[in-house]
C-alpha cells in the first residue's frame, strides 16, 4: 500500500486519512487538502481504473497543494502520468473548484457531470 508523506486531521472529529492512499486496485483517493467541519480531513477526489490514464472523480477546491499531490499519487498509485477525463459528482465548490487548475496541467481533459443547464452556464468551463 502506498504511504503518504503526511497525514491530515479535520477540526471536528478528529479523523485522519493520508494525503493520499490506495483504496483498492482501481481505486486511490486523493485528499483535496481542505480540513473542515463539513469536508472531514478534506474533500475526497479519486483516482478510477488500472490503466495508464484513469479519470479523476471530482477535483476538490482548487488548491495548488493538492495539485503537487494529485501528480504524486497519479505516478506512485496508477505509475501514470495523464488523466483520461474529470467526473464531477455534483456542482459545491469543494468539488468542482480545481477544474481549472487540473486542466491547466493536464490538458483539455472532458469533464463530465449530470446536466444542470440553469447552474452550467456558469462555470468557466465546458462539462457534457
Do not use: C
Not at 478510477?48 to 479523476?56: E, F, I, R, S, Y
Amino acid at each position: 500500500m502506498v504511504q503518504a508523506q503526511r497525514v491530515v486531521t479535520d477540526t471536528m472529529a478528529g479523523i485522519k486519512m493520508p494525503d493520499y492512499d490506495v483504496w483498492s486496485e482501481r481505486v486511490a483517493t486523493v485528499l483535496g487538502q481542505n480540513p473542515g467541519p463539513f469536508t472531514g480531513p478534506g474533500t475526497n477526489t479519486y483516482l478510477v481504473g488500472n490503466g495508464k490514464q484513469p479519470l479523476l472523480l471530482d477535483t476538490g477546491i482548487g488548491l495548488d497543494v493538492y495539485d503537487h499531490l494529485l501528480e504524486q499519487a497519479l505516478s506512485e498509485t496508477k505509475q501514470a502520468n495523464e488523466l483520461q477525463e474529470i467526473v464531477l459528482t455534483h456542482v459545491h465548490q469543494d468539488h468542482i473548484g480545481g477544474v481549472p487548475n487540473v486542466k491547466r496541467r493536464f490538458g483539455d481533459l472532458p469533464v463530465l457531470k449530470h446536466p444542470w443547464p440553469e447552474k452550467d452556464q456558469s462555470f468557466d468551463f465546458a462539462m457534457t
